[in-house]
């Protein structure tokens, strides 16, 4: 565990519920900076409502959360508008169905947030959208729109939209469960491009071969709560908790 | 009277239907907007009254609707009737009337875009009102085009209510020249003006959801 000053971002004691169901239940989570973390577990433990948290598509019910310096939440009370947005500008999120636009070409829906969002002039936003594409494997398809795409093409479009707003960290939710197998390894092989160079990551996934190999450090959820977490090898190869070495025997099955 | 001088009669008339065509447009499809985000607003008295106008609109004639619009003035403010106001009357009763159906059709076309591309929208940074006018619009455009047609094919053709209050447009002078000249023959001549109006239309339309094919999702 990193300390909060150093760390990229950091949840602290975050409790959600969604009704009467606690969904979240005094989760703590720091990042640092060039660390990627794997988050694995059961459906319904609560790993997509933890990046949807982060990323400010839901709200906390009590707990903080912080960007770097950035306080975005205390006591589950959020910031005004402005430190919101200034938040959304240090994460980028890769969806697990693309969520592309699909009435623009690839390029524009690299290009666009640039422009408009951070108002980078439209020559350097368009080279810099080339340049991305093309180390996603997708040069030649920038004037194509994404339904022209396959998946796995499209989920690499999507990665390159989220590193075109220069992310300080990229969330993944599920980045490769609604793909075939020869299209889920291209993704994972971009990822492991992107923790090659210390890209900071938190991937939610189901690939358990992938967390173990690409993730420094591995979470393992079930139940709104993080049963177990440490390095990738210990937590996959030498689980502490019965409940973890189930999970992992019922994958391997 | 020989066939081209009541063609030519026609024609005026049309120019006076087409008016009412254009004008109630203009306004109602913006109209529409406002009312459909009306009924989509969390703030619930506003909702309730949307949808109060909604069924309104949609649940009554619109011929009614025009003779309130053109009374309501005189009975309850003692306001002067005039050929004017008859016109005024018709133009405002068809926008009003008009919006309902369109924010009805943008809201269905709305709530159709998916949540994702909502929730990409916010990740990335743009605003409520980018998210709207770049990525939700133009998709939602698409997506209602044969409904949209569908209405403003039907407007083309509910123009010939305004002759129940008296406003001269195409189908009046129709009535008046089936009546003086004993013959079926106007009718016939109105109806070609309407239908290839349409068909006009429905070229148009055409044009514009191929070009819009360019992508589906």
């Known amino acids: ?253 | 009277m020989d066939t081209l001088t009541m063609t030519g009669m026609l024609g005026e008339g049309f120019l006076v239907s087409l008016q009412i065509f254009l004008l109630t447009l203009v306004g109602s499809l913006p109209l529409g907007m406002l009312v459909a985000f009306a009924r989509m607003s969390s703030f619930r008295p506003l909702a309730l009254l949307a949808r109060l106008y909604i069924s309104l609109m949609r649940g009554t004639p619109l011929m009614l609707q025009m003779f309130a619009i053109y009374f309501v003035p005189y009975y309850v403010f003692g306001i002067g009737l005039t050929t004017d106001s008859k016109w005024q009357a018709t133009i405002v009763a068809f926008i009003v009337n008009y919006a309902a159906y369109f924010a009805e059709i943008y809201r269905s076309g709305i709530q159709s875009i998916p949540r994702g591309q909502h929730e990409a929208a916010e990740v990335l940074g743009y605003s409520r009102t980018q998210t709207f006018c770049r990525i939700v619009l133009p998709q939602v455009v698409k997506r209602i085009m044969p409904s949209m047609t569908n209405e403003v094919i039907t407007l083309v053709k509910d123009t010939s209510l305004a002759f129940s209050i008296g406003v001269i447009e195409m189908f009046t002078v129709a009535k008046q020249l089936v009546a003086s000249q004993v013959s079926m023959l106007p009718f016939a001549i109105a109806a070609a003006f309407y239908w290839v109006f349409n068909l006009l239309i429905d070229f148009v339309a055409g044009r514009i959801e191929r070009k819009l094919g360019y992508y589906h999702d």
């Open chain 1, 1 to 253: 565990m990193t300390s909060g000053t150093e760390s990229v971002v950091s949840l602290e004691h975050a409790r959600k519920s969604f009704g009467d169901t606690p969904v979240l239940r005094d989760i703590s989570l720091s990042v640092a900076p060039g660390e990627v973390v794997a988050v694995i577990g059961p459906s319904g433990g609560g790993k997509s409502t933890l990046l949807r948290c982060l990323t400010l598509l839901e709200r906390l019910d009590d707990g903080s959360l912080s960007y770097g310096g950035l306080n975005v939440a205390s006591g589950g009370s959020y910031g005004e508008k402005n430190v919101l947005a200034q938040a959304r500008q240090r994460f980028g999120l890769v969806f697990q169905n693309y969520n592309l636009f699909p009435h623009f070409s690839v390029l524009r829906n690299v290009m666009d947030a640039p422009v408009v969002v951070q108002g980078r002039p439209r020559d350097e936003a368009e080279a810099e959208a080339r340049a991305l594409l093309a180390k996603m494997g997708l040069a030649g398809s920038e004037d194509k729109v994404p339904c022209q795409l396959s998946g796995g093409q499209q989920q690499r479009a999507s990665i390159a939209r989220a590193l075109a707003l220069h992310p300080k960290i990229v969330y993944f939710d599920e980045p490769t469960s609604a793909l075939d197998p020869e299209l889920t390894a291209e993704v994972l092989r971009v990822i492991k491009g992107l923790a090659a160079e210390r890209m900071t990551m938190v991937i939610v996934t189901h690939e358990m071969g992938f967390a173990r190999e690409v993730a420094d450090r591995v979470v393992f959820m079930d139940g709104g709560v993080i049963v177990e977490e440490g390095p990738a090898e210990q937590v996959m190869e030498h689980p502490r908790e019965e409940r973890t070495r189930a999970f992992l025997r019922q994958r391997e099955a």
